[in-house]
């Protein structure tokens, strides 16, 4: 029985008699695959990848959450023994985590291997087990449910928009209709009440954009509240860069004004090459998210 064959069995006793949502013999497959492409020269040492990232459909998502953890496991064995088959070395103990792609549908499932060093595997693996720790310990919540959640403690701020009418003494508006009298003066005040209403509209809508400094692609943004992150499922823009965590930074908008915060990420988050918790944003401000790094354009 060959390594795949086994690694098969060893995954359909984790399911029993429940069907899987898909073929783990395929999977095992691509992550081979994935493993020979992503394999690189390093110091002389064929290096393979390290991090191995699963992303499925939603609805599998919510079946094969009870399972990650064992399935993880599986799958890392046979890493480690397909490295050991190939001779290649490995910087760690690999890394398995599955991620939520919503324009996958139920049944097709990708795999990316990616070779990173010792240290980012080390921190990918820190922000792993406490993004598990924290879905397992929310009292009361739908483990499926919280892996799409979105948890942030910014909040745009409310534009102030003040009363017309009551914000402006009548004298100043008896000022701007000279030589009327009270009825004319009446109709003034409406008429600069309405004149004023229509300014306190709702503000424009957000319109900015990230664009990539190295490959030029644009990520436009439409949202008041923009997630970057590395899961598609919960980032408005998903970015492939194992230094991106799932949850990366926030961008907000005011009705006036951007600005952005880091979620608590691994890597953190820099404006113009500084690393920042919270700061405004301006035009032409570069943002760096892992190793990307975007100039912002409102």
């Given at each position: 029985?060959?390594?795949?064959?086994?690694?098969?069995?060893?995954?359909s006793?984790?399911?029993?008699?429940?069907?899987?949502?898909?073929?783990?013999?395929?999977?095992?497959?691509?992550?081979?695959?994935?493993?020979e492409?992503q394999?690189?020269?390093?110091?002389?040492?064929?290096?393979?990848?390290?991090?191995?990232?699963?992303?499925?459909?939603?609805?599998?998502?919510?079946?094969?959450?009870?399972?990650?953890?064992?399935?993880?496991?599986?799958?890392?064995?046979?890493?480690?023994?397909?490295?050991?088959?190939?001779?290649?070395?490995?910087?760690?103990?690999?890394l398995?985590?599955?991620?939520?792609?919503p324009?996958?549908?139920?049944?097709?499932?990708?795999?990316?291997?990616?070779?990173v060093?010792?240290?980012?595997?080390?921190?990918?693996?820190?922000?792993?087990?406490?993004?598990?720790?924290?879905?397992?310990?929310?009292?009361?919540?739908?483990?499926?449910?919280?892996r799409?959640?979105?948890?942030?403690?910014?909040?745009?701020?409310?534009?102030?928009?003040?009363d017309?009418?009551?914000?402006?003494?009548?004298?100043?508006?008896?000022?701007?209709?000279?030589?009327?009298?009270?009825?004319?003066?009446?109709?003034?005040?409406?008429?600069?009440a309405?004149?004023?209403?229509?300014?306190?509209?709702?503000?424009?809508?957000?319109?900015?954009?990230?664009?990539?400094?190295?490959?030029?692609?644009?990520?436009?943004?439409?949202?008041?509240r923009?997630?970057?992150?590395r899961?598609?499922?919960?980032?408005?823009?998903?970015?492939?860069?194992?230094?991106?965590?799932?949850?990366?930074?926030?961008?907000?908008?005011?009705?006036?004004?951007?600005?952005?915060?880091?979620?608590?990420?691994?890597?953190?988050?820099?404006?113009?090459?500084r690393?920042?918790?919270?700061?405004?944003?301006?035009?032409?401000?570069?943002?760096?998210?892992?190793?990307?790094?975007?100039?912002?354009?409102?």
């Amino acid at each position: 029985m060959n390594f795949l064959s086994v690694f098969e069995s060893r995954v359909s006793d984790i399911f029993g008699t429940v069907r899987a949502p898909f073929s783990f013999k395929k999977l095992a497959r691509h992550a081979a695959r994935e493993m020979e492409d992503q394999t690189l020269v390093i110091n002389g040492v064929d290096t393979a990848p390290a991090l191995y990232t699963i992303l499925v459909a939603s609805d599998d998502d919510a079946f094969l959450t009870p399972y990650y953890s064992k399935i993880s496991r599986e799958v890392r064995e046979l890493v480690k023994a397909q490295a050991g088959r190939k001779r290649y070395t490995l910087v760690g103990e690999p890394l398995v985590r599955f991620m939520v792609d919503p324009a996958l549908k139920s049944g097709r499932f990708s795999v990316f291997a990616e070779n990173v060093d010792a240290p980012t595997l080390g921190r990918l693996y820190e922000e792993e087990r406490a993004y598990q720790q924290k879905l397992t310990g929310e009292a009361g919540v739908n483990v499926p449910e919280a892996r799409g959640a979105v948890h942030s403690s910014f909040e745009p701020s409310p534009v102030a928009i003040p009363d017309p009418v009551a914000t402006v003494p009548p004298t100043v508006l008896r000022d701007q209709l000279p030589g009327m009298g009270g009825a004319a003066a009446t109709g003034g005040v409406l008429s600069v009440a309405s004149n004023m209403a229509d300014a306190r509209q709702a503000p424009a809508a957000p319109r900015a954009l990230l664009k990539d400094v190295v490959t030029g692609e644009e990520h436009p943004i439409s949202r008041a509240r923009c997630i970057i992150g590395r899961e598609r499922a919960t980032a408005d823009i998903a970015l492939r860069d194992p230094n991106v965590s799932r949850c990366h930074a926030e961008l907000a908008y005011t009705g006036t004004d951007w600005s952005i915060e880091d979620l608590n990420s691994t890597n953190g988050t820099m404006v113009n090459n500084r690393r920042i918790t919270r700061c405004p944003l301006r035009d032409g401000d570069l943002l760096t998210f892992g190793l990307s790094t975007f100039e912002f354009r409102s």
